[in-house]
């Protein structure tokens, strides 16, 4: 029998090769698209991307536990220069804490909440102690948990869509993720105000409140993060004359006034008090229409809500003296136990 020769296969032309290497990463780019967070590298800027558009991008513990030691990669990656965090879906940044995840949990007696919470607040630590730049462009809804994965950094960019507030009280919790760093730090009583009544601010009136601290238009976001990205070993300096540059052209709501100019007299009147029976109180001497609207719309004028938010005042008066990094036993035991107690159950008990 005649011994049969083995061809060689046929090589593929380099053209064909190409074609099959872009489709690897073609495939390799779609399944990354489907990352709740998506983690790259563009020049020297570390990017992080939020990619829970159906869920308003809402944080979770698995997110929290791939951005957190990223941050700490590129904080000591010397061509690292700077890091950009943004969300997908064009209608939120971060509109919070997947809230639904830790109560579930709770309810069966999980130790999600507890190393949900851990996790989230080394998280927004790292932020506010990130050696490099750190911008977060607060596009949308940014609420609760979104707060903590911005505020904390250098800069803030918002945006005519950025929806700002801490609404915890509203659940029996107390605006945490730094909230009782960065509130008391605002103007006058304004942070005050806005803890207790979870008060929304739109576009421009988050620069003006002091929490962003840049405003740009939302359209102009992907041309910002191109020229950051492009920046070449850009110093702090560097990169705020860039926002700057960018701010100064901004023209959306330049005009308009702070939505709360009209009623910053009494509020820096009426929620100066060390508890919240003083605050209601003055509330309820003052009996203007601005003072009654805060005793209806919030649920301030509860008298279960009292024992809350005067956990909530111990944290803002502990935070003041002693800064962020510092937590009391007390305050993670209560956070705790009113997480544990799920949103709906929570407002049935203030009723």
């Known amino acids: 029998m005649a011994a049969r020769v083995l061809r060689p296969l046929p090589r593929l032309k380099p053209f064909n090769r190409l074609?099959?290497?872009?489709?690897?990463?073609?495939?390799?780019?779609?399944?990354?698209?489907?990352?709740?967070?998506l983690l790259e590298?563009?020049?020297?800027?570390?990017i992080i991307t939020l990619n829970r558009p159906k869920a308003l991008n809402a944080v979770n513990l698995s997110m929290i536990r791939q951005i957190y030691p990223q941050i700490k990669t590129w904080e000591q990656d010397p061509e690292t220069f700077l890091i950009i965090i943004k969300g997908t879906g064009g209608k939120a940044f971060c509109?919070?804490?997947?809230?639904?995840?830790?109560?579930?949990?709770?309810?069966?007696?999980?130790?999600?909440?507890?190393?949900?919470?851990?996790?989230?607040?080394?998280?927004?630590?790292?932020?506010?102690?990130?050696?490099?730049?750190?911008?977060?462009?607060i596009d949308g809804i940014t609420m609760g948990g979104g707060v903590g994965l911005s505020v904390h950094g250098c800069f803030r960019v918002a945006t005519e869509k950025t929806l700002f507030a801490m609404p915890e009280t509203a659940i029996g919790l107390f605006p945490d993720v730094g909230g009782g760093y960065f509130l008391p730090r605002l103007s006058g009583k304004l942070g005050y105000y806005l803890a207790l009544t979870g008060f929304r601010l739109k576009g421009r009136d988050v620069l003006k409140a002091g929490i962003a601290t840049h405003f740009v238009e939302s359209e102009k976001l992907p041309a910002l993060e191109n020229d950051l990205v492009a920046l070449k070993s850009p110093s702090t300096e560097n990169i705020a004359d860039l926002l700057n540059s960018y701010h100064t052209k901004s023209k959306v709501d330049q005009e308009k006034g702070f939505v709360?100019?009209?009623?910053?007299?009494?509020?820096?009147?009426?929620?100066?008090?060390?508890?919240?029976?003083?605050?209601?109180?003055?509330?309820?001497?003052?009996?203007?229409?601005?003072?009654?609207?805060?005793?209806?719309?919030?649920?301030?004028?509860?008298?279960?809500?009292?024992?809350?938010?005067?956990?909530f005042f111990d944290l803002f008066n502990a935070f003041l003296s002693v800064g962020c990094s510092r937590y009391s036993k007390k305050i993670y035991s209560n956070t705790m136990h009113l997480i544990h107690t799920s949103a709906s159950k929570a407002r049935n008990n203030l009723q």
């Open 260 to 311: 709360l100019d009209e009623h910053m007299e009494k509020i820096n009147s009426l929620f100066s008090a060390n508890t919240m029976e003083e605050i209601v109180k003055k509330l309820k001497q003052d009996g203007s229409p601005f003072a009654i609207k805060q005793l209806e719309i919030s649920y301030l004028g509860k008298q279960q809500a009292i024992y809350h938010h005067n956990l």
């Open 19 to 37: 074609q099959l290497i872009l489709q690897h990463l073609k495939m390799s780019n779609q399944m990354d698209s489907t990352a709740e967070v």
């Open 41 to 46: 590298k563009r020049g020297g800027a570390g």
């Open 95 to 137: 509109a919070g804490g997947d809230i639904r995840a830790i109560t579930d949990a709770g309810k069966v007696g999980g130790r999600l909440a507890q190393d949900f919470f851990r996790e989230e607040y080394m998280l927004n630590n790292a932020i506010g102690t990130c050696k490099k730049p750190y911008v977060a462009l």
